[in-house]
């Protein structure tokens, strides 16, 4: 290396090897290393001795089964050393740690990447990140570029409304949320609605960006009724649903028509009736 005219040595640290011979006097202090996994255990059972691996010179890593509740497949691990020419191990820690088909609970989230739609419940309060990307400052969220002029900005808006709204981001997972949840337009109910929101009655757009995909049920029949909907959702609620008239069946002919009986005179005879009574007869 060159440093100012002047040639200068380029040092290189070498790591020194590490021998990975397992000590025998290390790997022989099973015992130690039983008894020291036994106490971490609190009076917990030890499992088998399941082998001894090499971290270094004479120092070596006893594992033994672990037998308590909750901690299926997980291993004592048991690190013995022992000085230059001693001729017994000395134990250095005592940890549990996972083995192969262990039992691990869920990676480690912060609450802020756990919680769910539906989670919050009556009483939570939910902080937003002041740095959430799907909000952006009130002066902000106006758009020239897209032609929809419902998005500008009014004046208690830029005054004393809303020191935040939502940011074409939000919006758009928004609009991918409500698009494939149970307002959208893939559900067996709206696959089975004989028209889509769009042309129902008691649709209600929404103002801004989204007015052209999303309305709110104003139909107090239907089951979406003051939720936000998909312009191609449906339901059998639709105000155009109107019940087609049927035909009805035609009776069958009559067995007697007393309509067509004709009243006709007989002459009188013993037995039979007057001239002052009522005449009748078959015709």
Not at 16 to 33: E, G, N, Q
Not at 47 to 54: C, M, T, Y
Not at 190 to 213: I, K, V, W
Request: hydrophobic share 40%; charged share 25%; with cysteine.
């Amino acid at each position: 290396m060159v440093l100012n005219g002047t040639t200068m040595a380029t040092l290189r640290l070498v790591p020194k090897k590490v021998d990975k011979k397992v000590d025998k006097v290390c790997a022989d202090a099973v015992d130690a290393a039983r008894a020291a996994a036994a106490d971490a255990a609190q009076g917990g059972k030890v499992g088998e001795h399941l082998g001894v691996r090499a971290d270094g010179e004479r120092l070596v890593s006893h594992r033994f089964a672990a037998l308590e509740r909750g901690y299926v497949g997980w291993e004592w691990s048991v690190t013995v050393a022992r000085p230059p020419r001693a001729r017994v191990a000395t134990v250095c820690e005592v940890v549990l740690v996972p083995g192969d088909a262990s039992v691990l609970a869920p990676e480690w989230l912060p609450w802020s990447e756990r919680i769910r739609p539906g989670d919050l419940g009556v009483g939570d309060i939910v902080p937003t990140d002041p740095d959430d990307d799907r909000l952006v400052p009130t002066y902000a969220g106006y758009e020239p570029e897209v032609e929809d002029f419902v998005d500008e900005p009014n004046a208690f808006e830029l005054g004393v409304g809303r020191v935040r709204v939502m940011s074409r981001l939000g919006r758009d997972e928004a609009a991918d949320r409500w698009h494939s949840g149970e307002t959208g337009p893939h559900t067996p109910l709206a696959e089975h609605a004989p028209a889509s929101c769009g042309t129902c009655g008691f649709f209600l757009p929404l103002a801004g960006s989204l007015r052209s995909m999303f309305g709110v049920c104003g139909n107090m029949f239907a089951p979406d009724d003051g939720r936000a909907v998909a312009i191609d959702h449906g339901c059998g609620a639709h105000s155009e649903a109107l019940v087609q008239a049927t035909t009805p069946i035609s009776a069958p002919p009559i067995a007697f028509d007393d309509n067509a009986v004709d009243l006709v005179k007989t002459p009188a005879g013993d037995g039979s009736v007057g001239d002052d009574a009522e005449p009748f007869g078959h015709g």
